[in-house]
């Protein structure tokens, strides 16, 4: 291992872009099939991981919805988010903003509580057992209309001291945010926070319906933003994060090829940027590979990390007691020259 890899290992994170749904293995994914009785159309896990060459945000969702499938009982949320966190205990991550979709198994009969009570439980035993804390981000499937999310936010309400914030994901392409202006604006009142998938596909546009209409404190992925030099500006006047995932963009054709990448381009436009696995399982890569990948595609310096890492802790939705304190042990860390 390189030095550098060392470095980043060891680095003090948070991760602000990464759905639950998204860290099923499929190793994972063939116990829990068999223990539910549920039949895969693959016949192993080769076969599974072969499956996953994506074209596009479709061909990745198809095959991510219908791998969650084998998702049935409390327990089997509990297992999918311990296992994401004792994986990223071991990569440096110290806080994660952790995203669910819960319509995607309310429409397959798995009651609201029986997801959310799987997964808090795992939050909570991460936090005693693995020193990670965690909150929980309730997306609303996009290409679903309004009114379901409005009957989703309803059963969040009886659960909100467990979710921090709103999001919005799936099919971005003519899905615009606007088509959840109500919604966002009722959680909001409620007291949740909000952030959008916007820009990973969409045009520049959705980015600022994001924004404006929303009323979101990030931008999940928010590639396109610099096809407009305006959005950019209003970006970076506003510091408004951006949940950047690199393996993800490379494996879902965002990009062509990693030294293409934007995030260094993001970063001298004077973006907030993150660096984040958004679907590890199925895009090669937790948290540390993608900051690899990035570093090793675009020549980030030692500074360059610990600065996105830093963006990390000042983009989480925690209070600003909890950031210092999280960012003390990452300049702590980088002022001994990245020695455990
Ligand atoms: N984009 C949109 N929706 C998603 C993604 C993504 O990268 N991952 C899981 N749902
Ligand atoms: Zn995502």
Not at 268 to 273: D, I, M, Q, R
Request: include cysteine; hydrophobic fraction near 45%.
């Amino acid at each position: 291992m390189t030095a550098i890899s060392r470095f980043i290992e060891g680095l003090p994170k948070a991760e602000l872009h990464l759905h639950i749904e998204g860290t099923l293995e499929p190793e994972q994914m063939f116990v829990l099939a068999e223990r539910n009785r549920i039949a895969l159309p693959y016949g192993s896990v080769e076969e599974l991981r072969g499956a996953y060459d994506f074209e596009n945000l479709q061909g990745f969702l198809d095959l991510y919805y219908q791998g969650m499938r084998v998702l049935l009982e409390e327990q089997d949320f509990y297992d999918l988010a311990w296992a994401y966190l004792e994986r990223v205990a071991k990569q440096g991550v110290v806080h994660a903003e952790i995203f669910f979709d819960p319509q995607a198994h309310t429409t397959r009969g798995v009651a609201f509580s029986t997801v959310i009570d799987g997964l808090h439980r795992a939050l909570r035993d991460g936090q005693a057992r693995l020193g990670i804390t965690a909150k929980l981000i309730m997306c609303f499937l996009r290409h679903l209309d309004q009114d379901d999310a409005m009957r989703t936010l309803d059963e969040a309400l009886d659960h909100k001291d467990r979710i921090v914030a709103v999001g919005l994901d799936s099919s971005e392409l003519g899905h615009p945010p606007s088509k959840f202006r109500n919604v966002f604006a009722r959680a909001r009142n409620a007291g949740f926070l909000a952030v959008a998938h916007a820009g990973e596909e969409g045009p520049a546009a959705y980015v600022w319906e994001a924004l404006d209409e929303l009323g979101v404190a990030r931008i999940d992925h928010g590639n396109r933003s610099l096809d407009d030099e305006a959005l950019v500006r209003r970006l970076a006047k506003a510091k408004t994060p951006l949940t950047v995932c690199p393996l993800s963009n490379l494996k879902l054709a965002v990009v062509t090829d990693m030294t293409r990448h934007p995030l260094k381009d993001m970063i001298e436009k004077g973006l907030v940027v993150t660096v984040n696995s958004d679907d590890p399982a199925y895009f090669g890569g937790y948290i540390n590979e993608n900051y690899q990948a990035v570093q090793a595609a675009l020549d980030l310096t030692r500074a360059q990390l610990a600065a996105i890492a830093r963006n990390s802790f000042e983009a989480a939705f925690l209070g600003a007691a909890e950031k210092q304190a999280l960012i003390a042990r990452l300049d702590d860390y980088v002022g001994r020259g990245g020695a455990a």
